[in-house]
Structures are given as C-alpha cells and as structure tokens.
C-alpha cells in the first residue's frame, strides 16, 4: 500500500515575512527539543510534502492575541486550496467569542485549533465549554493540543481526563485531541479516552510512543477515530507516513488513518 492517498490533518505554516521569526521563537521556548524540516512556509510545507509522499495538509493556527483574529483567520482562508486546507482560530480570552467564531464560520473554515498551553487555560473550565457549544452549534471542528509541550513544565492544561470531561458534558460535535489524545499521556488515553467518540492524531508520534501501545489503542478506540497527522515542520511527514504504512494494521485500517476519516470530516 506504498501509494495509499495520505492526509495529514496537523500542520503548521506561517505568512511567509512572519515563518522566519516564528520558527526561530517557537525552537527557543521548545528548548530545541524540536528540528523544524520546513522553513514554516506553505511553500516549504508543500515542497516537503512532496518529498513525502502527503496529499494535503490540514494547517493548524494559534491565536495567542485577540488582535491577531481576523490576519490569521483570512490567513488561513487564503491558503486553502487543493493542497491544503485550514483551519481557523479564536483567542479564548476573546471579549466576543460568539463574534469570533461567527468569523471563522463565514470564511468556510471547517473549524478551530486549540492550544491551552500557549493560549492559557485549562481544557475543561466554564469559560471553555461555552465555547465549544457555541462552535460545536455552528458544525466547528474543534482539535486541541493534548499533553506535553516542551515549551511548559507540568501539570498540563489540556489533559485525557479532562477531555473525557468536556466529552461528557457536551452533546455532539467533532472533539480531536491531538498527539494521540495526550503528548506522554497515554496510560490516561487508554483510561479516559479510549472507547470514547474522541478523535486522536498520530502527531508527535511514532519515535515517542511505544508501538505496541499505539497499536493498542489503534485496536481497542478504533482506526475510524485516528487521524494522521505529524505536527509539521515538527517532526518528518515522510518518516511518519513510512513508519505507519510498516506497521501490522490492515489495510482498512490504514485507509482510515491514513485518509478516510479526514475526508468524512473535511468533507472532501
């Protein structure tokens, strides 16, 4: 299955003035725990897609302003294209989240990127569930990073507990939570989210979690909630797609990852 399509559905780019600031910042607050494999352009991402045997890429933005709001969203509406697609943002200490996500809606974008750590708040509070209703009324996907980030030390803010709490408190909508449900979480994966309808992300990701757990997990959630994704520039898409297409799954099973469950979604 060497040609199977592939969808990685967690990227990240910038507007190409801003990627080289933006790498150099992100590499510094990671404590260089990360290599970036593209220079953070759509340029570079398409040209390293291309290496890599990836279709289309799923951006990912991360408002950590409210004034960054309507740059990063027309941003992200404007790289969409046949080989990409994007996702939206709202900053949730936003004056008008109801307006914000109204924003997002009205430029087509399918839905939004969370990130608890950089934006600080803690996945399951009062505050943030009012949001994801609002934006899981207007048919929003919602992807949250998940566990640990070598930018802050712990107790993490965006955890598998607490995403088996919003999941139980919220009626419908699509909740991912990336790097398979939890960055260096994932006994709780196993305990909190596994079972769930809790989409995962492979992202950061097979030289971190041992395989026999992700093929656990793989087995007992189910392929059709598991996306691949690679948190690009952050690790190699490449690499990922190679180690995923050798690992023992079946061959619908890696469809479903691979590019079947981002297409229901995406609705491509």
Same mark, same amino acid.
């Given at each position: ?55 289309? %890429?799923?951006?990912? =933005?991360? !408002? ?9 969203? +027309?941003? &992200?509406? #404007? ?26 809606? %009205?430029?087509?974008? =399918?839905? !939004? ?9 803690? +996945?399951? &509070?009062? #505050? ?141």
């Amino acid at each position: 299955m060497t040609t199977i399509k592939c969808i990685d559905f967690h990227t990240h780019v910038f507007p190409d003035a801003l990627a080289p600031r933006a790498i150099a910042a992100l590499v510094e607050s990671g404590k260089h725990l990360y290599t970036p494999h593209t220079d953070g352009t759509k340029s570079g991402l398409i040209d390293f897609m291309d290496k890599s045997g990836i279709d289309i %890429s799923v951006v990912m =933005p991360v !408002i950590t302003k409210q004034s960054q709001t309507l740059k990063t969203n +027309a941003f &992200s509406s #404007e790289i969409t294209g046949d080989r990409i697609k994007a996702f939206g943002a709202i900053y949730p200490h936003t004056d008008d989240y109801k307006r914000d996500i109204d924003y997002v809606v %009205s430029l087509g974008l =399918p839905g !939004i990127k969370l990130h608890a750590e950089y934006q600080d708040f803690v +996945a399951d &509070s009062p #505050e943030m569930l009012k949001i994801y209703d609002y934006a899981f009324s207007k048919g929003l996907i919602i992807l949250h990073h998940a566990g640990f980030d070598p930018a802050y030390d712990p107790p993490y803010r965006a955890t598998p507990k607490m995403f088996a709490n919003i999941r139980r408190q919220m009626g419908g909508g699509v909740l991912i939570a990336a790097h398979l449900g939890g960055q260096s979480l994932w006994d709780d994966v196993e305990k909190y989210i596994v079972g769930s309808d809790i989409y995962i992300d492979t992202s950061m990701g097979f030289d971190m979690y041992p395989t026999e757990q992700f093929l656990r997990i793989v087995k007992a959630h189910g392929s059709e909630k598991i996306l691949f994704g690679t948190d690009s520039p952050w690790s190699d898409s490449g690499k990922e797609r190679k180690t995923l297409l050798s690992l023992p799954l079946s061959d619908e099973e890696k469809e479903n990852i691979f590019h079947k469950n981002a297409e229901r979604l995406l609705r491509i």
